[in-house]
């Protein structure tokens, strides 16, 4: 595929709103005008590419209606690529045009303009109480997720410490000693396999365990 086979179906599409459309005017794949208004600029690409999205943002100096071209993929593989693109299209005040081809339907996934966050509660939430849980500063920023030092990691670790001194015990004597109010939880989750029950309620350190502690 070639960009020139995207430009007659976005000339079309932007002439049927009264748009006059001229193709490779100065540094733009297409210019579009119409009336005193500001002009509108289309890039074409065979696909999204950071040189599309470098592109777009040198074209905001010259007008704020600048769009994005690129063939419609379909599939799971083309939606999620989509996806991604226009989350990062709308941070920069980027449009979005797809055409299929063939047949040069022209779908317009978003239009430029000013992003504005939209905070979400639940995320925020979840990030203060782990900041607020975890203990000192364990983790070194960028390090890999792979064990992770959080601090549901670190109160299963305390755990472990006091079944290694003190043998089994209930799920609340374990509170009671440690202060760790979801002791019972984490015994009774055992997502390290650290632990064993070995009576209702009764937990004790198991080898896997000793190994993490060791």
Known sequence: MRETELYAPVKAFLEAQGYVVKGEIGPADVVAV????????????TGFSLALIHQGIDRQAIT????????????????????????LARRLG??????????GTVTV???????????????????????????GDPAEGGAT????????RQDARLLAAYLLEAGARRGRDARDATGIARATTIL??????????????????SQAGRDALD
């Open 145 to 152: 997720r792979d064990g992770l030092m959080t601090a549901y």
């Open 109 to 135: 996934h978003c239009d430029p303009a000013p992003f504005r966050p939209r905070l979400s509660t639940r995320p925020k939430v979840r990030l203060l109480r782990e900041f607020a849980a975890r203990r």
């Open 64 to 87: 704020p209606h600048v769009y994005l071209a690129v063939p419609d993929i379909a599939g799971r593989r083309g939606l999620a690529s989509l996806r991604a693109n226009l989350k």
């Open 34 to 45: 119409r009336g005193d208004e500001p002009p509108v600029i289309v890039e074409l690409k």
């Open 188 to 205: 009774r989750d055992n997502h390290y396999g650290w632990f064993e029950r070995i009576a209702s309620g009764t937990y004790a350190l």
């Open 94 to 103: 980027l449009g979005v045009v797809t055409i299929r081809l063939p047949g």
